[in-house]
């Protein structure tokens, strides 16, 4: 169930930072939200994109499962993140004009632990008192546990975006986002709004680019286009319990990691070429997302995130589509592709500061639609009276 109607109210400023699942850098955003009735008027102020330096995205990787890791290195890679995007929600605020009202910082997500298909916790790093601390307003974080706590999946969380800005009347449809994974939001005349991770995205074909290229991405899919999609290993991978399973999933590189990658390789007990295992990676996205959303009968996908950017993925993803649903982007709504999930966390801070739910129990599975996050240092009541400072302590009988 989305937010009850809304009353008007004043505009907010708010900065929206986002690092995925391919860890290669934040999206920086900022965004002017005003209330009007029940409609929520966003105005784009402005984005960013800011690299990861390659030491940082190998102390990343590093820290990732399957690898065993230190509490050491995750407190030193929680501080370094918490610095990088301190800078990048200063970055935001000058997007802002200067001046910012808050800042949603849902940090570096370096484990989502699934058992048995249920959530039993989530991780992400980024020290957001560091944040606080450089741009001195209030920082929203942690939005995935609290979901999590009401039993549900802590993602997606992007389907709040979604389902207030694709309208349902216009038939089914659905909301792709192509970053580290792929996830999708359904949104229907008449039904509940649904969402989940549907497999990887770009996941696996980094975890090949890195491997075979020694690179970190197949830039515009150029050598998956010279490739050959291998069926034997295409079977494989299909095979997968997760594609099977049904929603509430989620889905991260806990599961779809290099190793994962390693073992399909090795199991087929022959060698493929660089160019035709990621030809076979990007069928697999495309096939899987395809899938899903033939699956839903939508008549129209509003693509997103990175994978928007490889030629190959979208060309394979349009022909498959052909005669049942089309393919377009979020630009042509006015959300840059690239920044959507950065605009949506800013929603999020938006609901959240207001007090209203902003995760979806028809998409997590919660029992109940959660206020997501925590806020550092003061979150909204920094703008109410204080009293005096305390000089002195008495305990009443």
């Not at 065993?68 to 995750?74: H, K, Y």
């Not at 970190?216 to 899919?221: E, F, H, S």
């Not at 060309?315 to 649903?325: Q, S």
Request: net charge negative; aromatic share 4%.
């Amino acid at each position: 169930m989305l937010p009850d109607p809304l009353r008007r109210g004043p505009s907010l400023r708010i900065v929206g930072l986002m690092s995925g699942t391919s860890y290669d850098g934040v999206d920086v955003v900022a965004a002017e939200f005003t209330a009007d009735g029940d409609t929520l008027r966003l105005r784009p102020l402005g984005h960013r994109e800011l690299a990861y330096p390659d030491d940082l995205r190998a102390e990343i990787g590093a820290l990732l499962p399957p690898a065993a890791t230190t509490i050491e290195a995750v407190c030193r890679l929680d501080n370094r993140l918490g610095e990088v995007f301190a800078e990048a929600a200063a970055a935001g605020v000058e997007l802002a004009g200067g001046a910012a009202d808050a800042v949603v910082s849902p940090g570096q997500t370096v484990f989502h632990w699934v058992e048995a298909g249920r959530v039993r916790g989530t991780l992400q790093l980024g020290a957001p008192a560091r944040v606080a601390a450089r741009v001195g307003v209030p920082v929203l974080h942690d939005l995935r546990s609290a979901d999590v706590a009401a039993g549900g999946q802590g993602a997606p969380l992007v389907p709040a975006f979604d389902a207030l800005l694709l309208d349902p009347a216009a038939g089914p449809r659905a909301a792709l986002n192509l970053g580290g994974i792929a996830n999708l939001t359904v949104v229907a005349p008449g039904g509940p709004v649904l969402g989940y991770d549907v497999g990887p995205a770009n996941a696996l074909l980094d975890a090949a680019a890195r491997r075979f290229l020694d690179r970190p991405c197949d830039v515009d899919g150029a050598r998956a286009a010279a490739g050959r999609v291998h069926e034997a290993l295409l079977a494989r991978l299909l095979a997968e319990p997760y594609y099977a399973a049904p929603p509430p999933k989620s889905t991260g590189k806990e599961l779809f990691h290099g190793g994962y990658l390693d073992a399909a390789l090795a199991a087929l007990g022959e060698p493929v070429a660089a160019d035709d295992v990621l030809a076979t990676l990007t069928e697999l996205t495309a096939r899987t997302v395809a899938d899903a959303c033939d699956r839903h009968r939508v008549t129209e996908v509003v693509a997103a995130g990175g994978g928007v950017r490889n030629p190959t993925l979208r060309a394979r993803l349009t022909a498959l589509g052909e005669g049942r649903w089309r393919l377009r982007t979020t630009d042509e709504l006015g959300v840059p592709a690239q920044a959507k999930e950065a605009y949506a966390f800013a929603l999020l801070g938006w609901l959240s500061w207001h007090g209203l739910p902003g995760a979806v129990p028809s998409v997590t599975g919660a029992s109940r639609a959660a206020v997501l996050g925590s806020w550092t240092p003061a979150g909204p009541s920094a703008a109410a009276p204080r009293p005096p400072a305390p000089r002195r302590l008495v305990v009443d009988a």
